[in-house]
């Protein structure tokens, strides 16, 4: 599903971030991010919207949507440390995330249909852009 206008800003911040290293409690552009720093700097920065500094705490934000429903600028959550919503990303549209996965990567985009994130989703959750 193609990305709505008002969703654009978003998707361009969170892709400024590719390459930019992970850092753990990282919330900056300048230092790095973990997943749940990013998500908190791309809302900010595209809608000024402040969402929680922890993953869990933004999986209770927005809305549920299906996985057959996502739409560019969903946050799309996982359970990576035998948690569930532990692992946070952005979904782009056509079946990929941006996130920072872990120490020694980078902020990176993969496949929400690879096994590693197919055995570990948790759901998803969308926040409207303000008008």
């Not at 400024?16 to 908190?40: E, M, N, Q, W």
């Not at 209770?60 to 359970?79: I, N, R, W």
């Amino acid at each position: 599903m193609p990305a709505r206008a008002e969703r654009a800003e978003a998707l361009l911040q969170a892709l400024l971030a590719l390459g930019l290293d992970y850092r753990y409690g990282g919330i900056s552009p300048v230092t790095g991010f973990d997943c749940s720093g990013l998500v908190a700097h791309v809302y900010l920065e595209a809608w000024n919207i402040r969402l929680p500094r922890n993953t869990l705490a933004q999986s209770e934000k927005g809305t549920p949507v299906s996985l057959a429903e996502l739409q560019a600028g969903d946050l799309v959550f996982y359970d990576t440390l035998k948690r569930p919503y532990s692992h946070v990303g952005i979904y782009l549209g056509d079946g990929k995330f941006v996130h920072a996965p872990r120490s020694g990567a980078q902020v990176r985009i993969e496949s929400l249909q690879s096994a590693y994130w197919t055995r570990r989703y948790n759901g998803a959750r969308r926040i409207e852009p303000p008008l």
